[in-house]
T-cell receptor
Framework: DAGITQSPRHKVTETGTPVTLRCHQTENHRYMYWYRQDPGHGLRLIHY???????DKGEVSDGYSVSRSKTEDFLLTLESATSSQTSVYFCATLAGTGANTGELFFGEGSRLTVL | DAKTTQPTSMDCAEGRAANLPCNHS???????VYWYRQIHSQGPQYIIH???NNETNEMASLIITEDRKSSTLILPHATLRDTAVYYC????????????FGTGTSLTVIP
């Protein structure tokens, strides 16, 4: 358990409102990730971070932005939420960064509903 | 990036071995095969990984074919708690530290 906390765990919001999901880790892991999970699509990578202020896009980054001002926090922001962003969002951290190191630790997920 | 292909779903009798296949025919020589599983609505959990040799740990065994184009995750004595979605991922220098999960195989262990 890498001590990953996601907040909020559940949120209902309306179309057009901004939403920020927070991921907090206590293991000082360098890499952090945001995924979304939808039926029929599995887990899809939104954005990831490889250090403070260092982020990059994943496979479904449109409509999302991220920030990492501290090692322990990785924020996912929906500037103007749409119904298509209704999903379960998972944060993860990576223990180690070598090619032979691949243990991701996941948070418990944040369920977002956009009405 | 090497992509993986997995069956959508499988069943296995409780107590029997569960063999989950994964095809990664475009894998490069320096790419590793990783397996994760996701139980119900929890976050995915790491199981095992390997490069070309077979690997075993307390959870499972990983068998990689000699040409490395496919692999099989083996749960030797499946229990009801092994019912989950299993993801096969290929990762290496080209993918860096990005992990692409796909849709995985939904394994149901039947009493």
């Amino acid at each position: 358990d890498a001590g990953i906390t996601q907040s909020p765990r559940h949120k209902v919001t309306e179309t057009g409102t901004p939403v920020t999901l927070r991921c907090h880790q206590t293991e000082n892991h360098r890499y952090m990730y945001w995924y979304r999970q939808d039926p029929g699509h599995g887990l899809r990578l939104i954005h990831y971070s490889y250090g403070v202020k260092d982020t990059d896009k994943g496979e479904v980054s449109d409509g999302y932005s991220v920030s990492r001002s501290k090692t322990e926090d990785f924020l996912l922001t929906l500037e103007s939420a749409t119904s298509s962003q209704t999903s379960v969002y998972f944060c993860a951290t990576l223990a180690g960064t070598g090619a032979n190191t691949g243990e991701l630790f996941f948070g418990e997920g944040s369920r977002l509903t956009v009405l | 990036d090497a992509k993986t292909t997995q069956p959508t779903s499988m069943d296995c009798a409780e107590g029997r071995a569960a063999n989950l296949p994964c095809n990664h025919s475009t894998i490069s020589g320096n790419e590793y095969v990783y397996w994760y599983r996701q139980i119900h609505s929890q976050g995915p959990q790491y199981i095992i990984h390997g490069l070309k040799n077979n690997e075993t740990n307390e959870m499972a065994s990983l068998i990689i074919t000699e040409d490395r184009k496919s692999s099989t995750l083996i749960l030797p004595h499946a229990t009801l708690r092994d019912t989950a979605v299993y993801y096969c991922i290929v990762r290496g220098p080209n993918t860096g530290n990005q992990f692409y999960f796909g849709t995985g195989t939904s394994l149901t262990v039947i009493p």
